[in-house]
Nanobody, 121 residues
Framework: VQLQASGGGLAQAGGSLRLSCAAS????????MAWYRQAPGKQRDLVAA???????NYADSVKGRFTISRDNAKNTMYLQMNSLKPEDTAVYYC????????????????WGQGTLVTVSS
């Protein structure tokens, strides 16, 4: 199983970007999907998470600006980021808690490689 994040880039303050994270491989089920971010010199923090029942939670710093969603048929999740601020600049990582098809009893966390988001003022 591999996760591939994409969609990062350079945006101006007030602009928008949309991140995607697709899981590939033989997957039985995906439980929680989440986005984290890590700014230079800082720890990796949770940005948003969405359950299999599509309940979403957000960090206070992004509430009202970011929207997390998922497409279960495609094993993909998205992060729509609007009204971007310079402090949103970070490497964004996706994480999925899932069961591989060949190990149904084994739910584990899988991480994507990260995609850089840079917001200029």
């Amino acid at each position: 199983v591999q996760l591939q994040a994409s969609g990062g880039g350079l945006a101006q303050a007030g602009g928008s970007l949309r991140l995607s994270c697709a899981a590939s491989g033989s997957i039985f089920s995906i439980n929680v999907m989440a986005w984290y971010r890590q700014a230079p010199g800082k720890q990796r923090d949770l940005v948003a998470a969405i359950t299999s029942g599509t309940t979403a939670n957000y960090a206070d710093s992004v509430k009202g600006r970011f929207t997390i969603s998922r497409d279960n048929a495609k094993n993909t999740m998205y992060l729509q980021m609007n009204s971007l601020k310079p402090e949103d600049t970070a490497v964004y990582y996706c994480k999925m808690t899932l069961r591989p098809a060949h190990r149904l009893w084994d739910e584990n966390e899988y991480w994507g490689q990260g995609t850089l988001v840079t917001v200029s003022s």
